[in-house]
């Protein structure tokens, strides 16, 4: 089976920089995606690594260790609007994707 | 881009209608379509994975008689809840995807918002 854990909930100041992290045991790897996904709505796209290392986009980064089955989301210089779910998904080896539960994010001034 | 949309973004209907959800993915070919439902604060449970001509491949749980799934061409499929009731209220998302080089992103529909009543 597949199984991918992050932490269910987070709290962070606007300004701050935050981490987000997934663990993950899939049967085999295709990649590994975040999502944000705000109340309601549906998930839009944020990063996709398939190879180790950082990748960087704008404010946001998103780590892959595929030896360590780890990835982590990181978020500076936060913003009131990045209160949402970031959620973590997998693509093992039959390209069905598997998501995470979600960390919900919240922001405070 | 890759857009996909979903029709109706909401619906209301009586226990024991049908309702027929439809995805589309406007400027590209889906390899693959995903159903999804997502109940409030919960995570993204995948429904059934679909891919066009073949039937519908359901996760544990979901009954494929009661999910109707049909997917016609390769940037349309419908979603069929036949004989709804209340505990069939929840969010319905749809994903299509298309396969590239290492791997595959999956481009999210807007979601459709099912309340029996």
């Known amino acids: 089976g597949q199984n991918i854990d992050q932490p269910t909930e987070m709290t962070a100041t606007e300004g701050a920089i935050v981490q987000i992290n997934c663990t993950y045991q899939?049967?085999?790897?295709?990649?590994l995606f975040w999502y944000q996904q705000h109340a309601g709505e549906a998930p839009t796209f944020l990063s996709y690594n398939v190879l180790d290392g950082l990748e960087e986009k704008g404010r946001f980064s998103s780590f892959l260790s595929r030896s360590k089955g780890y990835s982590y989301l990181l978020l500076k210089e936060l913003q009131m609007k990045d209160s949402a779910s970031y959620l973590c998904?997998?693509?093992?080896?039959?390209?069905?994707?598997?998501f995470g539960r979600g960390t919900s994010l919240i922001v405070h001034p | 881009g890759a857009v996909v949309s979903q029709h109706p973004s909401w619906v209301i209907c009586k226990s024991g209608t049908s309702v027929k959800i439809e995805c589309r993915s406007l400027?590209?070919?889906?390899?693959?379509m995903f159903w999804y439902r997502q109940f409030p604060k919960q995570s993204l449970m995948l429904m059934a994975t679909?891919?066009?001509?073949?039937?519908?491949?359901?996760e544990q749980g979901v009954e494929k008689d009661k999910f109707l799934i049909n997917h016609a061409s390769l940037t349309l499929s419908t979603l069929t809840v036949t004989s709804a009731h209340p505990e069939d209220s929840s969010f319905y998302i749809c994903?299509?995807?298309?396969?590239?080089?290492?791997?595959?992103?999956?481009?999210f529909g807007p979601g459709t918002r099912l309340t029996v009543l």
């Open positions: 998904a997998v693509s093992p080896d039959d390209y069905i994707p598997t």
């Open positions: 679909s891919n066009e001509g073949s039937k519908a491949t359901y």
């Open positions: 400027d590209f070919q889906a390899t693959t």
């Open positions: 899939t049967s085999g790897f295709n990649g």
């Open positions: 994903s299509a995807s298309k396969r590239e080089l290492g791997g595959n992103e999956q481009f």
